[in-house]
């Protein structure tokens, strides 16, 4: 019937690769960018640094209010992980496990949330974070992504644990295990995976939101790509310093993508995500 | 069927991350509630003002001329993402030390903070400076999007495939690596084309992660703001101006608390109805079989 073409199937390689050629085109501008002078962007177009200066990264380095920035962002997205993950295992483990009143509902309004324009609540935030006095603290918008990464979490979470028989936790059971030595000890480690997968995307979506991060904040908690914008408005339009700004904002993704690189493939196919 | 068991210590295992949640959903929510229906003097003095503001807002030009590009970019980002994704996820390899330098190097634009892309495609597509834009201006097309309206969508939609195809090509991989080998082989007994294979054996099998990439897509893009702010700051004049950046622009620019905050209830209740539709039609699919 069907002829294998040797030939197509030969070329297949081409396509992810190209697509990873575009996909690192702007990334490599970007960084090419942030190793030139001022100068030589505004000068002409030239693929590649001639003067290559780490100028732009040491003013960066230099100054607490842009280096201040990428740890006020660590600090808030690191607690929105912790937190969002700490409350999604229980929560994920009571959906997948139990029927109760309103199960079902109560999963779709939690996934409405997921769907809420920041824009929407951007004020309403402002005001209610203010009047619990923590406005310009990391814990408020930590807590403000909640959000949106309580309800991935969760969903993410019970696709993993749907995914293990139910046989595991009545043996366990019978065992005399207690409903947390059990939920520690036994079921933890088996959805690791998904505990991983849960925990990139946390990460991912709180370190890349801005919109809530920049309300909720003006000086002593303010995110690195905040800081970002308000420099050029400021200083002009210095592209190179913004593109070395933008270049360390990659490092972290990158590091964070290194260590779940198996759990992205393997974690999803495990979960019926 | 249903292997759960009727349990209300549920509620109480859902309760941390319920009031987690409640307390960053419902009070913002009563508060956007409240000043929709109400006319704002000097940020204290409040008047009932009943339906006005909606009224207002649904017979604005205004909000239907957003409205129509909101629709507009996710019915095109959604078109082109999707199919690519899933193309590139079926011509992936299997397996082999080349599928973690995929997936690391495709998963980067997801890791970036949303306004860095937007500099970052600000960057590179300038019109003399960029990389792009110098590219097309020596192919000898006249392309600059802070003037032009189209060279303005093109270069947003070319940032959104950028940034987002990558989550649809992952959760679409996954959903592949997940069928058991045993599939294929009866497949090639039986002499299916490759056609035949992905239209009865993959595409089935990566329904519900295609459904995931599918709503999440939706989603955020009728919710994008930071990144079309960062690339065009919703120009030239409005034509980039999508809906999440108007309602900003009305609310913090203008301060007219009463319209946008019955805009935001519009805006709102339309992604949810949208979202509960794709959720039902798929639903009831599964259901089905």
Known sequence: MSKPRPILSKLRWLVPALYIVFLLLPIYWLVSMSFKTTSEILGGFTLWPNRFTLENYAKIFADPTWYGGYINSLIYVVINTVVSIAVALPAAYAFSRYRFLGDKHLFFWLLTNRMAPAAVFALPFLQLYSAMGLFDTHLAVALAHCLFNIPLAIWILEGFMSGVPRQLDDTAYLDGYGFWRFFLRIFLPVIAPGVGVAAFFCFMFSWVELLLAKTLTSVAAKPIAATMTRTVSISGYELGLLAAAGTLTIIPGAIVIYFVRNYIAKGFALGRV | ?289
């Open chain 2, 1 to 289: 069927m249903d292997a759960r068991i009727e349990n209300q210590k549920g509620w109480l295992l859902v309760l941390p991350a319920l009031a987690l949640v409640a307390l960053n959903a419902v009070i913002p929510l009563m508060a956007v509630v409240n000043y929709s229906v109400q006319e704002t003097f000097s940020s204290n003095l409040f008047f009932f003002e009943g339906v006005k503001w909606f009224e207002q807002v649904l017979h604005s030009e205004r909000f239907h001329a957003a409205l129509a590009r909101q629709l507009a970019f996710c019915a095109i980002i959604l078109a082109i993402e999707v199919p690519l994704g899933v193309a590139i996820a079926l011509a992936m390899p299997r397996r082999g030390p080349w599928v973690s330098v995929c997936l690391v190097l495709m998963a980067l634009p997801l890791l970036i903070p949303w306004n860095v892309v937007g500099a970052m495609w600000n960057i590179f597509a300038l019109p003399d400076v960029g990389m792009l834009g110098r590219t097309l201006k020596n192919l000898g097309i006249d392309y600059n999007y802070t003037q032009q309206p189209l060279a303005a969508w093109a270069t947003m939609i070319a940032m959104d495939v950028w940034h987002w195809t990558s989550l649809v090509v992952l959760l679409a991989y996954a959903g592949l690596s997940a069928i058991p080998d045993a599939y294929y082989q009866a497949a090639r007994i039986d002499g299916a084309s490759s056609w035949a294979i992905f239209r009865y054996v993959q595409l089935p099998k990566m329904r519900r992660v295609l459904t995931i990439a599918v709503l999440l897509r939706f989603m955020d893009s009728f919710n994008i703001y930071t990144e079309v702010l960062a690339l065009t700051g919703g120009g030239p004049g409005n034509a980039t101006t999508l809906l999440s950046i108007d309602l900003v622009k009305i609310a913090l620019g203008q301060f007219d608390l009463g319209p946008a905050a019955a805009m935001s209830l519009i805006y709102f209740l339309i992604i949810l109805l949208l979202s509960w539709v794709f959720y039902t039609v798929i639903t009831r699919g599964e259901e089905a079989r």
